[in-house]
Each structure stands twice: as structure tokens, then as C-alpha cells.
């Protein structure tokens, strides 16, 4: 799979010639990171935001019907230690974008990586300045996920707002800076062609991210978008076999969005070749207001993901003992 041509009919793949595809994923993914699952735990820092995307109901629009709640640096620190008690490596701290929780954010950096300096802490809290990432940077940040959403100029101003190339701004600045990056696109947006796609995967290639998720598109309530159909989950898992095939070493969640339509999607986003899952630590009464996908989203519990990474032949990836003291198994 090497020109435009070869990924555009990889992408449209169904039937045996998709398992075929799969199969490619996976033995690419068994060369390079071995038979191995990487468990994040996310806990979701804040869902007021500034932007108003089409698609998401926590946009700025919604912000009378939206609960807003923003962690306390104590409330973040907490989650890190629930995620490390569980042997998992990896934080991911998520949010909507506001610069308010900018000064929240570094002091809880500074606490934790100074508990543990081998954990990997990557945030997903949108676009900021130079400046502002590089405290984060030294606060003890070491990855950064800024999805770029659709390489279709026009599709992402129309459905975000907000200028493309300001992102684009963003996602360079992060990797000048040292962070490791990761972008991400929606699947199935209104408008989005199949060679839209395609220049997905390049701006991934260009920009040198390593990681990338993909999330097909979910009609959320309260959003401008309610009524549209949904992405299909077999093209969102397509992008995820061409992802792996081309970039046989990126990091690629199987994300909860795959599992929201079809139950067993998060299983087959393995079986295409990702090899990351996300377990959600935030707490009950914030999660209920995290309203991204709607009030009933899937959220990813440690058991849902022992079942699914078994279920796949896999296994999960020791977390090299972050944790100073003893920890039990990982799940
Ligand atoms: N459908 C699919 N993905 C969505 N996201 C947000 N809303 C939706 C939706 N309705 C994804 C976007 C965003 C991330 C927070 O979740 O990629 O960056
Ligand atoms: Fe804000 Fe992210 Fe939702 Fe857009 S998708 S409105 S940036 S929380």
C-alpha cells in the first residue's frame, strides 16, 4: 500500500478482502509492538469549552444547558494515583478548551511527576500558545494529542469555527517543542470524500505524529448535528489497518465511539490493528456531565477491556512499574 490509489481502495474494503486487510494490520502490528495492548487511564479535567464544534454537545453554545465542573488540582492528583494503583503507565488528562485550567493543570504536573517521574502524562486540552505549552512542557507534560479532525479545510472550518491552519500552528509547535504528538480525524462527517481521508493519513505522515485515533462520526443530542446518520464503523476501521499498515509503529486507540454503534466495535478496532484502549477514571458525578457522544456514551471499564484485549489474542503491556511502591496486577 504505497500511492493514493492503493489506500483510497483500502479504505471502500468489505467482506474477505477487509479481513485480509485486518490481517495485514495485525501481522504489522505484531512486527513492530508485538502482541501488546497500551492501557491510558483518562480523566476529564473539565468540559467547559470555548469552541463551539457542530458535532459535540459541550460546545460553547450549550454552555446554559451544560453542568460546567472543572477538577481541582487536589481531584486530578487523586485520579493519577487511582490510575497508577491499577498499573496502568500512561495518564491522559482531557478537556474542553479553556485556558482557565492552565494554572490547575501545571501544579498538578509539577506534584506528579515529581511522585513519578517515569509516568507518561499526555494531555488533550486543545490549542493554546507557544508560551503556554512550553510551561506545560516543563510542568512535566510529555505528549500531546491535538486531533486535526478533517484535512478538508473547508469541512473542519465549517463544522469547528475555527481556522484549520491555527491548529495546524498548534500541532508544529508541539513537536518543536519536544512532545511526543498525536493527532486524530472523524469518519463519516457530512461532506468528508474518501480522498479526504487519504490526505488524513499524509498530514499524519508530515507532521510525524506518533499517535493517531480515529472516531467515526456520532449524531451527539443537543448538537446542530443530531439528526445526521452516523459515520460507519467499517470505514473508521479500515483507517485503522491502512494506519497501521503505513505506520507500523504509531500508537492507535480503539476508541469507546466504535463500541457507542455497535457493540463489539472496540473489539474489531483491535482486530484491525490498534493497540490502545482508554479506561475512564473520572468520577461518577463529572463523567455524567462530560457529555461528549450525548448522556449515554460507552464508557470504558477495566473489565470491559481485560474481556476485549482477551478476546483478541493480546495482551496487556506491563506498565514498567511507574508506581515507587508494590502494585497490584495489571487489569
Ligand atoms: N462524533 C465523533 N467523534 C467526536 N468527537 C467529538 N464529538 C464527536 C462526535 N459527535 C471526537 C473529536 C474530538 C474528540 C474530543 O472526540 O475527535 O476531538
Ligand atoms: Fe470543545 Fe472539543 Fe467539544 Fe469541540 S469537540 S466543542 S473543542 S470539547
Not at 480522498?195 to 499517535?211: H, N, P
Not at 456531565?289 to 477491556?305: E, T
Request: charge should be negative; include cysteine.
Amino acid at each position: 500500500m504505497t500511492n493514493t490509489h492503493e489506500i483510497l481502495e483500502a479504505l471502500k474494503m468489505r467482506g474477505g478482502q477487509q479481513e485480509d486487510l485486518f490481517a495485514a494490520a495485525r501481522l504489522a502490528r505484531r512486527l513492530s509492538l508485538g502482541n501488546e495492548v497500551t492501557l491510558r487511564g483518562v480523566i476529564e479535567v473539565t468540559n467547559i469549552c470555548r469552541v463551539n464544534c457542530d458535532y459535540c454537545p459541550m460546545r460553547r453554545d450549550n454552555t446554559h444547558e451544560n453542568d460546567r465542573f472543572s477538577l481541582s488540582e487536589d481531584d486530578i492528583v487523586d485520579s493519577v494515583h487511582a490510575i497508577v494503583e491499577a498499573g496502568i503507565g500512561v495518564v491522559l488528562l482531557q478537556g474542553g478548551e479553556t485556558p482557565r485550567v492552565l494554572p490547575v493543570i501545571e501544579r498538578a504536573l509539577k506534584r506528579i511527576t515529581n511522585e513519578y517521574p517515569r509516568l507518561e502524562i499526555i494531555l488533550n486540552l486543545g490549542n493554546f500558545s507557544h508560551d503556554q505549552y512550553a510551561r506545560l512542557r516543563e510542568a512535566g507534560a510529555t505528549s500531546y494529542i491535538l486531533k486535526h479532525e478533517s484535512s478538508d479545510v473547508a469541512l473542519f472550518e465549517r463544522l469547528r469555527h475555527e481556522p484549520f491552519e491555527e491548529r495546524m500552528h498548534c500541532l508544529w509547535d508541539l513537536k518543536s517543542l519536544g512532545f511526543r504528538v498525536g493527532t486524530g480525524l472523524m469518519t463519516g462527517l457530512p461532506g468528508q470524500s474518501m480522498e479526504s481521508i487519504v490526505s488524513d493519513l499524509m498530514l499524519a505522515r508530515e507532521v510525524g505524529v506518533q499517535m493517531c485515533s480515529v472516531s467515526p462520526f456520532v449524531p451527539a443530542p443537543n448538537t446542530p448535528m443530531e439528526g445526521l446518520p452516523a459515520g460507519d464503523n467499517e470505514l473508521a476501521l479500515n483507517v485503522i489497518a491502512c494506519m497501521r499498515v503505513l505506520f507500523p509503529f504509531m500508537s492507535i486507540p480503539s476508541v469507546s465511539a466504535l463500541e457507542r454503534t455497535h457493540t463489539g466495535g472496540q473489539r474489531r478496532g483491535l482486530d484491525a490493528g490498534a493497540n490502545v484502549l482508554t479506561i475512564n477514571f473520572s468520577k461518577s458525578k463529572d463523567r455524567e456531565k462530560y457529555l461528549i457522544y450525548g448522556k449515554n456514551r460507552f464508557i470504558v471499564s477495566a473489565s470491559h477491556v481485560e474481556t476485549i484485549v482477551r478476546q483478541a489474542g493480546m495482551v496487556v503491556k506491563a506498565s514498567d512499574s511507574v508506581a515507587s511502591t508494590t502494585m497490584g496486577a495489571p487489569v
